[in-house]
């Protein structure tokens, strides 16, 4: 069975950076909507950033200014670069992928095991 792959997380000091990186396992119909979810113990999982296959991108106001989402169709992969990291992010990060946004925030869709990220005060 095809899954999605992250990779690139880490343990990090506040105000550094990472690059979290995710692709299929095997071959897959592309979808429209890629994105990166992530969920901390006790919290509800959360919309970090999505971007659909034009180009369109949400980001959550938390992270507004600090992560960055890119793609490229061809390979259906997506990017999460993070920048001033704080502890705040400390999370597990998930990758996903489905034909809308609502499919993802209801828990539909293609995901990854996801990637713990650290950030240290």
């Known amino acids: 069975q095809v899954q999605l792959m992250e990779s690139g997380g880490g343990l990090v000091q506040a105000g550094g950076s990472l690059r979290l990186s995710c692709a299929p396992s095997?071959?897959?119909?592309?979808?429209?909507?890629m994105g990166w979810y992530r969920q901390s113990p006790g919290k509800k999982r959360e919309l970090v950033a999505v971007?659909?296959?034009?180009?369109?991108?949400d980001v959550s106001d938390s992270v507004k200014g600090r992560f960055y989402i890119s793609r490229e169709n061809a390979n259906n992969t997506v990017w999460l670069q993070m920048n001033n990291l704080n502890p705040e992010d400390t999370a597990h990060y998930y990758c996903?992928?489905?034909?809308?946004?609502?499919?993802?925030?209801?828990?539909?869709?293609?995901w990854g095991q996801g990637t713990q990220v650290t950030v240290s005060a």
């Open positions: 971007i659909s296959s034009d180009g369109a991108v």
């Open positions: 095997g071959s897959v119909n592309s979808r429209n909507i």
């Open positions: 996903a992928a489905a034909h809308a946004t609502v499919a993802l925030n209801n828990g539909y869709g293609m």
